[in-house]
């Protein structure tokens, strides 16, 4: 990763955070946060978060967890012990930012609702992540990111755009939950701000079904509004060793294309104009596969990409981290969870005056029990122990 040495403390440096969150959508919600700089402590059950124990694993731990969870500290409270909820109200009235994507009223049903909360500290903003909503006869819904991508449309919409498929595609990258935790992150971040002119807090309400509609809005008024001609398809194009693909959309990029590929009479025989739009495009991907046939997808890219057109051969994701353009940014940035190095993809949030980064740090269950009570409450370490003789706080105790 390039250094900048002339980087100044993250944005949110010096804002706190109570992370309630597991699995992938508040993980990544709060991890922004610590990105940014925040100092985010993650409030996990005795068991852990559900991703401690996902695969791939090496060692007992995962990377999978180090990667959503990086730069945060952990702290074990079993919320069913005597004492437990008043200690987390303690830690709330020293916090500036809770986040949970437990099920609807499960949090309040403890008392650590927003209502609770806003008690100890009235200015707090108080995140709600769930997959539909806080209010409303869905709310109770369980949701994982495969079932809101099947009720809020979006698997029948991936289809739509497939060739002689007629049934939803095995398997999904979480785009709801990695969505989600972004706009929950963006909406903390713009209660943060009226906060500083305000004075007031906030509640927020995000749901992961109300994100899935929003990133099809092509579809959406698609059927509405039928189109008087085809969509167009961007389909993964055969070279001799891989794939391709290629987007000429504007006049200037087909010209770029045709010029580049040596075939300048594409411009009459297959024009991308007029109400034959989308089936010359489809010719045109045709006619662009007997060029590439005899061509490795690394020479149709080279050869598109220098004429202008955007073009990408098809990599994996390690191939990519792993191209120059990302060495050059620092996209890949090497961790060390105790178990081993591995590599993971550096915050997408930039900044050219303040540290935006991965953090190295990733935290064992309740590491951090003792560091953060006696920071943020002033705890001596005999009422450490004490609450841990009592089994409201939990520390896994050393592998022999």
């Given at each position: 990763?390039?250094?900048?040495?002339?980087?100044?403390?993250?944005a949110?440096?010096?804002?706190?955070?109570?992370?309630?969150?597991?699995?992938?959508?508040?993980?990544?919600?709060?991890r922004?946060?610590?990105?940014?700089g925040?100092?985010?402590v993650?409030?996990?059950?005795?068991?852990?978060?559900?991703?401690?124990?996902?695969?791939?694993?090496?060692?007992?731990?995962?990377?999978?967890?180090?990667?959503?969870?990086?730069?945060?500290?952990?702290?074990?409270?079993?919320?069913?012990?005597?004492g437990?909820?008043?200690?987390?109200?303690?830690?709330?009235?020293?916090?500036?930012?809770a986040?949970?994507?437990?099920?609807?009223?499960?949090?309040?049903?403890?008392?650590?609702?927003?209502?609770?909360?806003?008690?100890?500290?009235?200015?707090i903003?108080?995140?709600?992540?769930?997959?539909?909503?806080?209010?409303?006869?869905?709310?109770?819904?369980?949701?994982?990111?495969?079932i809101?991508?099947?009720?809020?449309?979006?698997?029948?919409?991936?289809?739509?755009?497939?060739?002689?498929?007629?049934?939803?595609?095995?398997?999904?990258?979480?785009?709801?939950d990695?969505?989600?935790?972004?706009?929950?992150?963006t909406a903390?971040?713009a209660?943060?701000?009226?906060?500083?002119?305000?004075?007031?807090?906030?509640?927020?309400?995000?749901?992961?079904?109300?994100?899935?509609?929003?990133?099809?809005?092509?579809?959406?008024q698609?059927?509405?509004?039928?189109?008087p001609?085809d969509?167009l398809?961007?389909?993964?194009?055969?070279?001799?060793?891989?794939?391709?693909?290629?987007?000429?959309l504007?006049?200037?990029?087909?010209?770029?294309?045709?010029?580049?590929?040596?075939?300048?009479?594409?411009?009459?025989?297959?024009?991308?104009?007029?109400?034959?739009?989308?089936?010359?495009?489809?010719k045109?991907?045709?006619?662009?596969?007997?060029?590439a046939?005899?061509?490795t997808?690394?020479?149709?890219?080279?050869?598109?990409?220098?004429?202008?057109?955007?073009?990408?051969?098809?990599?994996?994701?390690?191939?990519?981290?792993?191209?120059?353009?990302?060495?050059?940014?620092?996209?890949?940035?090497?961790?060390?969870?105790?178990c081993?190095?591995?590599?993971?993809?550096?915050?997408?949030?930039?900044?050219?005056?303040?540290?935006?980064?991965?953090?190295?740090?990733?935290?064992?269950?309740?590491?951090?029990?003792?560091?953060?009570?006696?920071?943020?409450?002033?705890?001596?370490?005999?009422?450490?122990d004490?609450?841990?003789?009592?089994g409201?706080?939990?520390k896994?105790k050393?592998?022999?």
């Amino acid at each position: 990763m390039t250094a900048q040495s002339n980087l100044t403390a993250g944005a949110l440096d010096g804002i706190r955070v109570l992370d309630f969150t597991g699995v992938i959508a508040g993980p990544y919600c709060a991890r922004l946060m610590a990105d940014l700089g925040a100092e985010v402590v993650k409030i996990e059950a005795p068991i852990g978060d559900l991703l401690r124990i996902a695969s791939p694993r090496r060692k007992g731990k995962t990377p999978y967890f180090a990667q959503l969870n990086a730069g945060k500290d952990s702290v074990s409270i079993d919320l069913k012990k005597p004492g437990a909820i008043d200690l987390v109200l303690d830690l709330a009235e020293k916090a500036d930012v809770a986040i949970q994507n437990f099920r609807p009223g499960v949090l309040s049903d403890y008392g650590l609702g927003y209502e609770d909360l806003k008690v100890r500290k009235p200015d707090i903003i108080y995140c709600n992540l769930s997959g539909y909503g806080q209010e409303g006869p869905g709310k109770n819904h369980s949701a994982y990111a495969p079932i809101v991508h099947a009720s809020a449309g979006l698997d029948l919409t991936m289809i739509s755009h497939q060739e002689g498929v007629d049934i939803p595609l095995n398997g999904s990258i979480p785009f709801a939950d990695y969505l989600t935790g972004v706009h929950g992150a963006t909406a903390i971040m713009a209660a943060l701000f009226r906060r500083e002119r305000t004075g007031q807090g906030e509640e927020i309400d995000i749901a992961m079904a109300d994100v899935i509609f929003n990133v099809q809005a092509f579809e959406l008024q698609e059927h509405q509004h039928p189109l008087p001609v085809d969509r167009l398809i961007y389909r993964a194009l055969s070279a001799k060793d891989g794939y391709f693909v290629v987007t000429p959309l504007s006049e200037k990029n087909f010209k770029d294309l045709i010029k580049s590929v040596g075939h300048p009479e594409w411009a009459e025989e297959i024009p991308l104009r007029g109400p034959d739009f989308a089936s010359n495009w489809r010719k045109l991907m045709d006619a662009l596969e007997e060029w590439a046939v005899d061509r490795t997808a690394a020479e149709c890219e080279k050869i598109i990409s220098a004429g202008g057109c955007p073009v990408a051969k098809y990599q994996t994701v390690l191939e990519a981290l792993q191209s120059e353009q990302s060495l050059h940014r620092g996209s890949c940035v090497e961790m060390n969870d105790g178990c081993g190095s591995f590599l993971v993809p550096n915050t997408p949030l930039r900044m050219k005056q303040a540290d935006a980064s991965i953090k190295s740090k990733v935290s064992t269950l309740g590491q951090d029990n003792e560091s953060i009570l006696q920071a943020w409450l002033d705890m001596s370490a005999n009422e450490i122990d004490s609450l841990t003789q009592q089994g409201v706080l939990f520390k896994p105790k050393p592998r022999s």
